[in-house]
């Protein structure tokens, strides 16, 4: 094929539109991959996060368990305490009043004794012991319940140990490192997902220009090869026609045969062409006919192995009901 300028141009723009399709696949391709890589890395955080937040809710139940354990121990002990003080309080001042009627007594009975009524400062004196006794009696009650108060706060103090929240601070802090870790994983994921969703476009963009270059190329060599053929069949008839000049008759082919064209030597210019014959030149037995004026008309036209009144045009240049 000769040399054509058009198609190199567009065979050009044909590559260039491939060279930077490729170049974008190359990009999405890296970008796709930089992409699922921090994807498998968010995922990994996100593993990492679950796991440290179900031992930081672990850690926190048990210390809420064990702060709620010291807080029923303990508030046993203030039940107790709350329960004698009152009690207390009451006996004591039953007891601060004893104690006084009982000074009275012995007071009043010192003073009978003194004025000699021994009878009477026995009586006060007997009313005075009595008073004793009794403030004696709620003095052991008072310090009975003291004692049932140090006893449930000795108990309290042996049972209840202090909430240890290390474990839980300690989780928490875990926690709160593979969650930074993920929040930036997947801030690093969506920016590259964005990076290869833009790519993906890009490439988008090029292929479809690609396509078009390759189809614009395709279409115009598909034009030259036809114009190329055309001008061949035309350069033929050109030597086909100097071979009229120069022959008695000369080989061509009609209709996918060999055909024997012979030029009229009677000076109508009319040119007989003979075809699909038995005969290695397209005449013979069973051959068509075809008669052609000059000025390239054809006017008349019988196919192979016919009948010769079974034309298709006849000798007017009119096609009959067979054509």
Same mark, same amino acid.
């Given at each position: 094929m000769a040399h054509n300028?058009?198609?190199?141009?567009l065979r050009q723009h044909e590559e260039e539109a491939f060279r930077r399709k490729? =170049?974008?696949f190359a990009r999405y391709e890296s970008a796709r991959g930089? +992409?699922?890589a921090a994807y498998d890395r968010m995922q990994a955080a996100w593993a990492e996060r679950c796991a440290a937040r179900d031992t930081m809710n672990r850690e926190f139940e048990a210390m809420k368990s064990s702060s709620e354990a010291y807080s029923r121990i303990w508030e046993e002990f203030r039940t107790v305490r709350d329960t004698n003080n009152p009690r207390i309080e009451s006996l004591r001042q039953e007891a601060d009043y004893e104690h006084?009627?009982?000074?009275?007594?012995?007071?009043?009975?010192?003073a009978a004794y003194q004025y000699g009524d021994k009878a009477e400062a026995k009586v006060l004196s007997e009313e005075g012991h009595a008073h004793r006794e009794r403030r004696d009696a709620l003095n052991e009650e008072v310090? =009975?319940?003291?004692?049932?108060?140090?006893?449930?706060?000795?108990? +309290?103090?042996?049972?209840a140990s202090k909430t240890d929240s290390s474990a839980y601070r300690s989780a928490r802090s875990l926690f709160d490192r593979a969650k930074s870790r993920h929040e930036s994983m997947e801030t690093e994921f969506k920016r590259l997902k964005a990076v290869r969703d833009s790519c993906k476009k890009e490439f988008d963009v090029y292929q479809d220009i690609y396509l078009k270059a390759k189809d614009e190329f395709r279409r115009r060599l598909e034009e030259v090869k036809a114009a190329k053929r055309d001008n061949e069949r035309r350069m033929t008839d050109k030597v086909n026609m100097?071979?009229?000049k120069t022959k008695p008759f000369y080989l061509g082919s009609i209709f996918g045969h060999n055909a024997k064209v012979v030029p009229r030597d009677d000076g109508s210019g009319a040119t007989d062409?003979?075809?699909a014959g038995l005969a290695e030149a397209g005449d013979g037995l069973g051959h068509g006919h075809a008669v052609i004026d000059r000025y390239g008309n054809v006017t008349y036209l019988r196919d192979a192995w016919t009948d010769h009144s079974d034309y298709?045009?006849?000798d007017r240049g009119r096609p009959t009901h067979n054509a």
């Open positions: 300028y058009e198609l190199d141009v490729q =170049e974008a930089e +992409a699922s006084q009627q009982m000074k009275n007594c012995f007071e009043r009975a010192g310090g =009975e319940l003291i004692r049932e108060i140090k006893e449930a706060k000795r108990n +309290a103090e042996s049972r100097a071979l009229v062409v003979y075809f298709l045009i006849n």
